[in-house]
């Protein structure tokens, strides 16, 4: 017999579950309500057509933005679509999950305090999924040029990479750990941003230009060496993201109920049924960037009571940006600035608080914050690959490259999350793929020649 009780709602749910099925639905549904046909237009009949525009120039894949957005006005989407990916062949996730508030959008010259930029994540976003809608195909490749290419990592970097070297000839074979591809997008992005299985969808497209291969659960340095990727390969590309959380450093980091915040999301993004998830009463995020920011929206609207996201100095400082902490605001998170967490209190190897300091004030203070459930989001950090001899030069822990994103060993290129400098954006990422390919183009067409 099934035991039933109410949600906050009222709605009768078994026991155990916090919410109704209706209810997770809803709460993870997407995020963003697209535009229809003729709002599309009417969005895209604001746009100046700015010569030299800032919002091209603030987009890190350099996508020719007024031109997307005329093609639009004129309602030919399919073309708005083909100028959109030749630039980022994900511009269908980037129109999902961009920062554009911080971007594009920041950089509109209608965006100031008398008007409102023009909705250009949107409008990209209206344009890809047309043109996915009809099924049209903007690529093709050129004729194979006999070399042979490995990426490792089928994350936004690699398989950008991937697209671009297959359509000038080249053979490509990517190495992915993952069971799935498309790493941050797959696994990493707030479940709201990325609804509906898009993720693979977009794999799906990018892998049908041909000459790609992706093995999954296959790591390097374990499952194949990198010594072997260098001997049987004309070019190795380094897109492996970042997989290792930051610790803090606290005694009782280990203890039941202090989880990484990735993996949970990992976790919540490959979940059949989001009523099994462990979910707490009094939740603390640890952090005050994006993955802070979505593991407390996520998990409040997983039936969390209580969720407070702690940053240890004051919101201007938060990698998030203002719109994300009023997004979790108004989901009803808390954030407490100035927080600095200095010990962890444990009962039986079981989270019970976090102790703080407020760090504004010189010798401020301390005070617990009562918590079952503590989510670690202070960075990542580059996941170790056993490469025996072979050593890159790194710096704070990433890979170092030149302005053709090569790195210190010769044959091999590296981009995304994993270099040196980079701000940790899907987005740029993928232009790092795109800027590699053709490096190693470059270099494996010339020493034909």
């Excluded at 009463?281 to 960037?289: E, F, K, L, R, S």
Aim: proline share 3%; with cysteine.
């Amino acid at each position: 017999m099934t035991v039933f009780s109410s949600n906050s709602s009222g709605q009768s749910v078994p026991a155990g579950r916090r919410l109704s099925e209706a209810d997770y639905q809803a709460n993870f549904a997407d995020i963003h309500t697209p535009l229809d046909a003729r709002s599309a237009v009417v969005e895209a009949d604001r746009c100046y057509y700015c010569y030299g525009a800032p919002c091209q120039t603030a987009c890190p894949t350099g996508i020719d933005v007024p031109s997307f957005i005329r093609m639009i006005g004129q309602k030919n989407e399919v073309g708005a679509a083909g100028v959109i990916l030749s630039e980022n062949i994900m511009g269908g996730t980037c129109a999902r999950a961009c920062p554009v508030e911080t971007l594009c959008e920041d950089a509109c010259v209608r965006n100031t305090e008398d008007d409102r930029p023009i909705q250009i994540g949107l409008l990209q976003r209206f344009a890809t999924d047309r043109a996915s809608e009809l099924g049209a195909k903007f690529f093709t490749r050129e004729p194979e040029t006999g070399h042979r290419v490995a990426i490792v990592g089928a994350g936004p970097a690699g398989l950008s990479c991937a697209h671009r070297l297959a359509t000038l000839g080249h053979d490509v074979v990517v190495y992915e750990a993952q069971e799935k591809s498309g790493g941050l997008n797959e696994y990493g992005l707030a479940a709201y941003k990325m609804a509906g299985d898009y993720a693979q969808k977009e794999v799906e497209d990018i892998l049908s230009i041909g000459g790609i291969i992706i093995k999954h659960g296959v790591k390097v340095g374990e499952d194949v060496s990198f010594a072997e990727l260098q001997t049987n390969y004309d070019a190795v590309f380094m897109g492996v993201g970042l997989g290792t959380s930051k610790a803090m450093q606290l005694d009782g980091e280990q203890a039941s109920g202090v989880i990484n915040a990735v993996d949970y999301i990992h976790q919540l993004r490959q979940a059949e049924d989001l009523g099994k998830l462990s979910v707490g009463q009094n939740i603390v995020v640890i952090g005050g960037g994006m993955t802070a920011i979505d593991i407390a929206i996520q998990i409040k609207r997983l039936g969390a009571a209580n969720v407070t996201m702690a940053y240890r100095r004051g919101k201007e400082h938060m990698n998030a940006s203002l719109e994300e902490q009023e997004f979790a605001l108004n989901e009803g998170v808390h954030i407490a600035h100035w927080a600095q967490p200095v010990s962890l209190h444990t009962e039986q190897g079981t989270i019970t608080g976090v102790e703080f300091k407020k760090a504004n004030i010189e010798g401020g203070e301390t005070y617990i914050m009562p918590t079952d459930m503590l989510f670690k989001a202070i960075g990542q950090s580059l996941t170790p690959i056993n490469m025996a001899t072979i050593e890159f030069v790194k710096s704070y822990g990433k890979y170092e490259v030149d302005d053709e994103l090569r790195t210190s060993l010769p044959g091999v290129w590296a981009g995304g999350d994993c270099v040196a400098g980079s701000d940790d954006l899907a987005v740029s990422a993928v232009q790092d793929g795109k800027l590699a390919a053709l490096s190693i183009h470059n270099t494996l067409t010339q020493s034909q020649a």
